[in-house]
């Protein structure tokens, strides 16, 4: 919901009050006192499915170091499934989109957070509507900006676009940089859904291929997709299904069209908590980047990741696979950024994949392990 001129009177109405002092908010030290005070934390990712899924580490952090009644999640509602059930998290609270709050004042005043810890936002509404519902200390994502800088206690972290670090590092670090900012040291670096993983052991005999993405430039060839399925259908004998929303149907049957081998498509078929569920079970899941893949990361399976960044923030510098195993998870980046993810070459994909594979059939561990120096580097 937006109305000419809405963002801008909302924006600036809200910085004259902030310049005024209407608007108060906190300092750093005034934000570190209210955690030692045990205030409760509310952690906003109402972008992306895979910027909410980068939170998880400081979720698990700050549930561990503060106590999880301490600790909640402000996500978009198409997202809340993935969420309501994670045994680290207090609560969960949803948004729609711009100006569409449906009610969330009514929960934050009956359950009040009074620090923010914005992970990604894009919405300008939100930091002074999240104030007006009690929140008074507010913390942004490392190397970021924000159309509200004089409200973040962590303003000296904060970029803006065009600066040589603007966006620059791990979102997973970026993230965690507002925890240990605040006093609390992180306790771990992976992405987890604990609630989801597949606690049995046992994997399907079964390869998901995810090949949708929200832009052109994002999207691998269909012929590409098809030749690498067989191969690895052929070499492992194993089973390749297509996943997507109801909007890549299409692409899933062109895909399944051009393979030799019999394929499942599940495009259209899953909810976000499904497909979960299905990757916690699978040998492996390519895609290209997308919130699928972070989720596969996150319940354990085994991925093979194509990157075509359009900035720093959407390489694998920001967003690849940190600190995971690099035997069962391996990034492909384009030569440059800006170039087309088409410039990728099949060969080089059923490489990665083929190694992944082969240590999957031949070391099944815990596939969300560490590596031993990742694992040093978190403890």
Same mark, same amino acid.
């Given at each position: 919901m937006n109305f000419p001129g809405l963002d801008f009177a909302w924006t600036y109405g809200h910085h004259a009050a902030h310049a005024l002092r209407i608007a108060r908010t906190w300092s750093l030290p005034e934000a570190r006192a209210a955690v030692e005070g045990k205030e409760k934390i509310l952690v906003v990712a109402t972008t992306a499915l895979g910027d909410?899924?980068?939170?998880?580490?400081?979720?698990?952090?700050?549930s561990e170091r503060l106590g999880r009644d301490r600790v909640s999640l402000l996500v978009k509602a198409p997202y809340v499934g993935l969420y309501e059930n994670d045994p680290r998290l207090h609560r969960v609270f949803t948004v729609r989109g711009k100006f569409r709050w449906g009610g969330l004042k009514e929960k934050l005043e009956d359950d009040p957070h009074r620090i923010a810890l914005i992970a990604n936002m894009t919405e300008p509404d939100l930091v002074p509507f999240l104030w007006q519902c009690g929140v008074r200390g507010f913390l942004r994502y490392r190397t970021r900006w924000s159309r509200f800088p004089r409200w973040m206690a962590n303003a000296p972290m904060m970029r803006k676009?065009?600066?040589?670090?603007?966006?620059?590092?791990?979102?997973?670090?970026?993230?965690?940089?507002?925890?240990?900012?605040?006093?609390?040291?992180?306790?771990?670096?992976?992405?987890?859904?604990?609630?989801l993983r597949n606690t049995a052991?046992?994997?399907?005999?079964?390869?998901?291929?995810?090949?949708?993405?929200?832009?052109?430039?994002?999207?691998?060839?269909?012929?590409?997709?098809?030749?690498v399925g067989d191969a690895l259908a052929?070499?492992?004998?194993?089973?390749?299904?297509?996943?997507?929303?109801?909007?890549? %149907?299409s692409l899933s049957i062109q895909i399944a069209g051009a393979m030799k081998t019999p394929t499942q498509i599940l495009a259209g078929k899953l909810s976000l908590t499904e497909l979960a569920q299905l990757e916690s079970k699978a040998l492996m899941f390519l895609s290209g980047d997308t919130g699928p893949y972070h989720l596969?990361?996150?319940?354990?399976?085994?991925?093979?990741?194509?990157?075509?960044?359009?900035?720093?923030?959407?390489?694998?510098?920001?967003?690849?696979?940190?600190?995971?195993?690099?035997?069962?998870?391996?990034?492909?980046?384009?030569?440059?950024?800006?170039?087309?993810?088409?410039?990728?070459?099949?060969?080089? %994909?059923?490489?990665?994949?083929?190694?992944?594979?082969?240590? %999957?059939?031949?070391?099944?561990?815990?596939?969300?392990?560490?590596?031993?120096?990742?694992?040093?580097?978190?403890?």
């Open positions: 909410s899924l980068l939170t998880t580490p400081l979720i698990e952090t700050l676009p065009g600066t040589p670090d603007y966006a620059t590092g791990h979102a997973i670090e970026n993230n965690l940089a507002m925890a240990k900012t605040l006093g609390v040291e992180p306790t771990t670096r992976r992405l987890s859904l604990p609630h052991g046992a994997r399907e005999n079964l390869i998901l291929i995810h090949p949708g993405a929200s832009r052109e430039i994002k999207r691998w060839p269909v012929e590409n997709w098809a030749r052929n070499k492992f004998g194993c089973q390749v299904a297509l996943t997507g929303d109801r909007n890549e %149907v596969a990361v996150a319940v354990g399976c085994p991925t093979v990741t194509l990157f075509a960044p359009t900035d720093r923030g959407s390489s694998t510098e920001a967003c690849g696979p940190h600190q995971a195993n690099a035997l069962f998870h391996r990034a492909i980046q384009t030569a440059k950024i800006g170039d087309s993810i088409r410039t990728i070459p099949m060969e080089k %994909v059923l490489s990665e994949a083929t190694m992944v594979m082969t240590a %999957v059939q031949s070391r099944p561990l815990d596939t969300t392990r560490l590596s031993p120096s990742a694992e040093s580097a978190s403890s």
